[in-house]
Each structure stands twice: as structure tokens, then as C-alpha cells.
């Protein structure tokens, strides 16, 4: 009916013309205006000017069924103070700006764009249907020093994590296979790391899947046992030249042959090493061989491969390779089932620093449900430089 302008932005008056009133309990248009009341809805900005909408709201008194009742705004929903088009924007702007930029862009609270963003969120994915899973993945990821640990579930044939649960025990996951079990979903595999708490959960709740130990924890296991070689070695070596070429290998020992840099002399650095000292020798080329596990042509071939380095770790001597061959056989069944399943907790690690990412530009996630939600449509989520 009218627009007006003020030193915060906009406001447009509108009203609603009588002959299109109707009763909000039986939908008579036999009614009276018992009363108005005056309400201001927030809308989509103009430009750069907010925008709000004034609109006095009639309450309304049906001659047909005698009630008293505040007509209904089909432009709101409930009781809210914006627009259905408004929460729409903030949705919208939410997949590429943290809750923090859209409100300072739309002049709101954090709490009303965190708000929005979660009630759309929960809406979309706050109970993921599990009943169509078939490979998953098992993880945690360390939050902090508020949150600490959580586990993820994520589903490895759309890549979506289908559960979050605080902690990193078999307590965490009591509640998705609650869910899983009702689902009936038929799970054939499952890729984990060496977690003793989630090997035992999988065995009681998923006896007949296949469980996959993921091939880059294994490796990352063995670079720490070469670190722990590496640091024995050099605390016992008394000539002082072993001392300085052994110092400063640390990155050299764990990086993979093809990425040394010639640049800096690292190939040669690393050589120098080695020949000096037999047992870090024998310990990076068994490094070097392990890689190739997975790269084998069958899961026969590959089952006589692990044995024969087995043996070669443990005629080795080397204390931390001798511990480190009877991990690869007590856990042997699940390395070669990758052979049957080629799958792993690689793309969790994708969800991981999406997480981070999250954190770091919106500072932290003070309501750990509204994390959790952020996680679940994560990978749906893009991002983007704004502003």
C-alpha cells in the first residue's frame, strides 16, 4: 500500500483486502475484524536497503463456528518474524558463507542465521536413511579440546556421512546400529583403521561384512614405528658424524622414493643415512615393499607377498619390525580382504578437513548439535570466497 524509508532501510506496508478474509479454523468467509494487531515481518533485502514488510494483522471472529482466531500469513511460517522468501536467501547464502557473514550481509543475530540453517539442515538430513548401505566407512576425527573425538559413519557409495556419534569407544556407535538394525540395510564391507573399540563393534554387530583395515593407517603405523627406529638409533650412536647425517631424516624417511627433492640434496642426504646404518636401511626398504601390497595382482598372491615380509621383518632383529609383523598377522584377514573390497577411510579424510575448514571460518562450533547437522550435509556443501 505504501513504502517509507528510514536510517535502518525499508518498510512497505501492505494490507489484505476484506472480502478475502476467512476464518483460520473452518475457512468461512462469514467473518468480523475482532481486533488488529500491527506485526513487522523481515524480507529480502532491497539492494543493499533490509527491507521489512508492516502489516496489520486482523484477529477475526467467524460467525459459523464462533471462533476468535489470528488469521493466517501465508507468507510466514508460525510465529516467526521473517518471511518464508527471507529463510529461503539465508539457506541459500548459507552453502557458501558462515552464519557469521550472512548475518552481518542480512543485519540479523548469529542465532537467527544459525537457526534458519539448522531447522533446513535437520529438515534435509537430520535422519539419513540407512537401509540402502552397502560398503561404509568408520572413523574419528578430533574436534578440539572442547569436543574432543567423534565418530564418523559415511556411506562410500555417495560419500555422505550417515552418522555422528560423541567419542571414539564402541559406546559411540550403540545408536546407529540401533538405526541400522531397523533399517535391514545388508552392509558386505566396512573400512577401518586398527581400532581394537571398533574391530570388536563390527564383529558384534556385522559378523558376516567384511572388514577392510584401511591401507593408509597401516602405512601411517609403520612411518611412526620408523620414527621410533630412527630416534633409538640416533640416542645410541656415539661418533658424532653418524649423529649429524642421522639428524633431520625424519621427513626424509617417511617421504615415498619418487617425491625426495633433488633441489635440496634430498636423495643423497638420505642415502648418506641409510649406508651408515643397516638397521634403518632394513627398516626403509621394508617400508618401500609394504607399499606394494596393494598393488598385486590377486588376493593369493598378495596373502604369500605379506607372509614372505613377515618373515623378512622378523629374521630382521629389529625390535620395532618384529612388533610390527606380528600387528600385520593378527590383523592379516582384514589387510587382504581389500583384495575383495577396495575401499578404505580415504574419503572421510576429505570430510575431515571440510570440518576444519568449517572451524576455522566460523571459529569454532560452540553447539555441537548444530556441528553435527553442518557435517551430515557436508557433502553437499560448497565453498566459496565472499566478499
Not at 8 to 32: D, F
Not at 148 to 165: C, F, H, P, Q
Not at 339 to 368: V, W
Request: charged content about 25%.
Amino acid at each position: 500500500d505504501s513504502v517509507r524509508y528510514t536510517a535502518g532501510g525499508m518498510i512497505v506496508k501492505i494490507s489484505q483486502p476484506r472480502e478475502k478474509l476467512c476464518c483460520a479454523c473452518c475457512g468461512s468467509s462469514r467473518v468480523h475484524i475482532h481486533a488488529t494487531h500491527l506485526r513487522r515481518f523481515l524480507t529480502v533485502p532491497v539492494g543493499l536497503l533490509s527491507t521489512w514488510i508492516e502489516y496489520p494483522v486482523p484477529r477475526l471472529r467467524c460467525q459459523n463456528c464462533a471462533a476468535i482466531r489470528q488469521v493466517r500469513l501465508p507468507f510466514v511460517e508460525g510465529q516467526r518474524r521473517y518471511t518464508k522468501v527471507f529463510e529461503r536467501l539465508v539457506v541459500e547464502l548459507s552453502r557458501f558463507m558462515t552464519p557469521t557473514d550472512v548475518s552481518r550481509y542480512l543485519g540479523i543475530s548469529w542465532d537467527v542465521a544459525r537457526e534458519i540453517q539448522a531447522r533446513d539442515l535437520k529438515r534435509k538430513y537430520g535422519k539419513p536413511k540407512l537401509g540402502r548401505l552397502k560398503t561404509i566407512a568408520i572413523d574419528e576425527i578430533y574436534l578440539g579440546s572442547k569436543h574432543k573425538y567423534i565418530t564418523l559413519v559415511m556411506d562410500l557409495e555417495t560419500g555422505a556421512v550417515v552418522y555422528v556419534g560423541q567419542g571414539k569407544s564402541q559406546a559411540s556407535l550403540y545408536a546407529f546400529w540401533k538405526r541400522l538394525k531397523s533399517s535391514k540395510a545388508k552392509i558386505k564391507a566396512v573400512a577401518s583403521d586398527l581400532s581394537s573399540a571398533y574391530a570388536a563393534a563390527i564383529r558384534k554387530n556385522l559378523p558376516r561384512a567384511a572388514h577392510v583395515f584401511d591401507r593408509f593407517h597401516i602405512t601411517k603405523l609403520f612411518n611412526e614405528k620408523l620414527t621410533i627406529l630412527r630416534r633409538e638409533l640416533h640416542r645410541e650412536a656415539v661418533d658424532k658424524l653418524h649423529k649429524d647425517v642421522l639428524k633431520g631424516t625424519r621427513w626424509l624417511l617417511l617421504k615415498n622414493p619418487e617425491n625426495l627433492d633433488e633441489k635440496y640434496n634430498e636423495r643423497q642426504r638420505l642415502e648418506d643415512a641409510l649406508s651408515l646404518n643397516q638397521p634403518l636401511a632394513t627398516a626403509y626398504y621394508l617400508k618401500d615393499e609394504l607399499r606394494s601390497l596393494w598393488e598385486l595382482s590377486n588376493k593369493s598372491v598378495a596373502t604369500k607377498y605379506l607372509e614372505l615380509w613377515c618373515r623378512e621383518a622378523e629374521v630382521s632383529g629389529i625390535r620395532v619390525l618384529i612388533q610390527f609383523a606380528k600387528t600385520l598377522r593378527a590383523h592379516r584377514q582384514g589387510i587382504l580382504d581389500w583384495y575383495d573390497y577396495p575401499i578404505s577411510t580415504g574419503p572421510l579424510e576429505g570430510t575431515n578437513n571440510k570440518i576444519k575448514l568449517m572451524q576455522r571460518r566460523a571459529y569454532g562450533y560452540r553447539d555441537l548439535n548444530f556441528l553435527t547437522l553442518k557435517i551430515l550435509g557436508a557433502h553437499k556443501s560448497q565453498h566459496a570466497l565472499v566478499g
